[in-house]
């Protein structure tokens, strides 16, 4: 395996953790945690940022889909203890705990606060723990939110100095279009440039770049921070381990200032 990346971030979306119906899907749980389990025994640490908050608690409170803001942070506050019980479940059959970490554009920018959060993921991971990132929808308003999962996964990333962050989606990866106009998917992006920011902004959700355009904003704060990023299916079994032997899987943002 890729020796070199050793603290990995993973970003799980909504589409990733809910089946069909849009429920919470147990077994997507399970599939994480295998993953996960498998990384941390071969030493590596792990963060996850998850969403699926605001989804699951509508589901509970039967709201159907929640339009204004009390309705939005009253389903994330239930969503979040729903959310994090089902990781808990999934982690425990490897013996592994995890942790709530809640967070908000403050962290990100107030040094002292900033300093208190990476040394919170660093106590963390030191003792083996598997964080369990979202912001905190319950209490975040507009001047103080980040505003998507696919940036504050980068941001996480950037402050705890990870390898490497791996957005699991459910595409294969980002598609582009070639002379011909025809898509294709891209496997590895050195640059972002206009080109890979028109392609993210393609319509068509059968191209699967309906949610490309934060993504695309992800890869460039990572490329910032030295930090590879890719895209991988979510809903394909173990592609975080063949990425990381090396095998051609999934979209990758190569950062030209990675170690």
Do not use: W
Request: hydrophobic share 40%; charged share 25%; glycine share 6%.
């Amino acid at each position: 395996m890729v020796s070199h990346y050793q603290t990995i971030v993973i970003k799980v979306g909504s589409s990733s953790l809910t089946n069909s119906q849009g429920k919470l899907d147990p077994a997507a749980f399970r599939r994480i945690a295998t993953e996960v389990a498998t990384l941390l025994k071969d030493k590596r640490k792990v963060v996850l940022v998850s969403s699926g908050a605001i989804a699951c608690g509508a589901e509970r409170l039967k709201l159907g889909k929640p339009k204004s803001i009390p309705e939005k942070q009253a389903a994330s506050a239930v969503g979040q203890a729903r959310l994090i019980r089902q990781y808990e479940k999934a982690f425990e059959k490897y013996g592994i705990p995890v942790a709530q970490v809640l967070l908000t554009r403050d962290e990100m920018q107030e040094p002292d606060r900033y300093l208190n959060a990476r040394n919170c993921f660093a106590a963390l991971l030191k003792e083996k723990v598997v964080p369990i990132v979202n912001e905190n929808d319950a209490i975040a308003i507009d001047e103080i939110k980040i505003g998507d999962n696919d940036n504050l996964a980068a941001l996480t990333a950037k402050m705890i100095e990870a390898d490497l962050l791996v957005l699991l989606t459910d595409v294969d990866g980002f598609f582009m279009k070639d002379n011909k106009g025809d898509v294709f998917q891209a496997t590895e992006i050195r640059e972002i440039n206009q080109e890979v920011e028109e392609s993210a902004g393609l319509s068509s959700s059968q191209l699967g770049t309906g949610g490309m355009i934060t993504k695309i904003q992800a890869a460039k704060i990572c490329s910032d921070a030295g930090i590879n990023m890719v895209i991988l299916n979510s809903k394909k079994r173990g592609l975080i381990k063949s990425f990381l032997a090396g095998k051609k899987v999934g979209t990758v943002f190569s950062s030209s200032k990675a170690a």
